[in-house]
């Protein structure tokens, strides 16, 4: 959202909207936020939602009918700012923290985006240091900041941080306008049954370059956004060119970075009170189930109560784990005139980069040196190895690359080509050796999909892809590198014990899927020709050949293992099976018959 005007807080306002002392405490008593008030007022004045005063800290909105989906359908909503607004109105609700009415308001600012865009913070009417003559609106002005001194001595333009396996060269000076900001948000934090809400502001952060604004910055930014000091004419600000800010992904984790250092301590308590009470509900697991195993002695109930207790151990752990939720209300920014000064890179790869300094004519006027990957002063300079662009032949400088400079706590030494990179060019850990490498060595496996390097890798022999060294081996068959996509291990019941099985050695025995096995362990049914390994392997009794379980059956009377090729019935016994050997035919009415039941066709034959 953005607000040009902002009217008087109820504390300002005449009549009705003037607070006692003891409102005023209760107020304090319930913890109500400062800043809830100005952004109930912006909200309304922009959504077109009419605040009328009801009585001392007592409001009432009239919702227009593209609002009312936020409050619950609702045409009117009554607002109380104290316990004793709330006593004379009990259908009012709480602008507090954790109500009901709150979550409404914000989730109906985050639906319209919050932003308040403050103008161009005010140039100083005296001169500003080290700026002798500098004042605001003049050619001379502009002129006199460019000229000013630049990081270093008072005669040396050169860098003052020194850069890694690199040389910088000072390229100019001139006039920016770069862009400030913060945010404010909400912060939820769960942990267990523990939920506490909070609204809390970052720092004023340089959205270019990530650095922190000074304190004379900051108070000024401040004042500008309680109306308290007027933006700057824009026709009092020298020329400069207009530094862009960073994307708003990048944006978003310098200020969320800010919001996550300043709640770390209430995280750090948080997840010491989260500790205790998991160790609490875990004992208290334990001796139930101590107590539910105590007389058991099946092994198929003692596995299931053991995986329950696992289960159950496993989501008190995850139910007290320490959860922070995010949620951007407001993002504040207002413009500031900086002196600029550039140096190039170049590192001894060939990779150039530009590094700026800057100081803010209207703060303390002092030099500014931000690493442009985490915005902290750097103590060295490092060329990130990975190129941006290619550049064209230079005046003499012959061709060469464009880079990005870190600082040494970003950057990180590749293993495999020893170049510096940073985080966002590379990986910090290599699956097989934990080493960093740079991206142009690094590769994402496709078998177990993690991160390695050049210098662990090899070739897969089945489709001939590339894979980790971790993922590779070779088949227990016939010996070829494989990697585990495309591989599968026998069992330690196979006829040759468990082993790594390639695709073009793997067979299952008897066709089903739970029984990898390999090809030198199998042979063929002679039936269906399915693969049965050697183990699993039975023979017909009359022909001696190699059937799979679904084609041999039992002979009723003698017990041989016959196919459905050699199986024969008794003319007496219809239903019992017989091998094509235990019977023979009648010459008469050619049924057959075993040697028990050989006359039971009732032919008689003469001689």
Known sequence: MTARRRSPSPERRGGQGVRTKRARKTVQEVKTDARMWPLLERYCKLAKVKLIPRGADLYEMKLPLSERTHFSGRAT????????????????????????????????????????SLGMIPLPEAQAPETPGFRPGSAKSAKSAKSAKRPGSATSTDLTVPVRDGTARRRKSQLATHTVGR???????????VVEETVIESAVIDLATGARADDQVTAQFA???????APADPGDVPDSVVVPARPPAE??????????AQSAARVAERQAGAEKGVAVELERLDRYFAAVVEDKTDPDELRTITALRERRRAEEMRRHQVMAIVHPLQLADAQVLMQRVEWEIRSARGVRARFAAQRPIAGSATWILACPQCGRPPAELVVCVHEDEEEGRGKGDGEHRRGHCICEACA??????ASDFCADHGIAHCRVD????????????????????TAHEGVCADGEHPACSACLEACGSCGRIVCNAHAEQSRADAPKGSRRLCAACLRYCEGGTNEPVGVDEVAQCASCGRSVCTAHQAVCAVDEQIQCSRHLRRADGSGRLVCEQHRAACVAEPDAVFASDEVSACPVCGKTA??????????????
């Open 77 to 116: 909503v009554r607002v109380a700012l104290s316990l004793e607004a709330l006593e004379r109105d009990p259908d009012a609700e709480m602008a507090v923290l954790g109500s009901p009415f709150l979550v409404h308001l914000l989730e109906a600012i985050r639906t319209r985006a919050g932003r308040l």
């Open 434 to 453: 934990e080493q960093p490498a740079c991206e142009q060595h690094a590769r994402l496996c496709p078998s177990c999909r993690m991160v390695h390097c």
């Open 251 to 260: 944006m978003l984790q310098l200020l969320l970075g800010d919001l996550r």
């Open 183 to 193: 945010l404010l948000a909400r912060i939820v934090l769960r942990a267990g049954a």
């Open 594 to 607: 075993c040697a028990q039941h050989q006359a039971a066709c009732g032919c008689v034959v003469t001689h």
């Open 223 to 229: 004042a500008l956004e309680a109306r308290a000091l």
């Open 412 to 417: 990180t030494r590749c293993s495999v080509c």
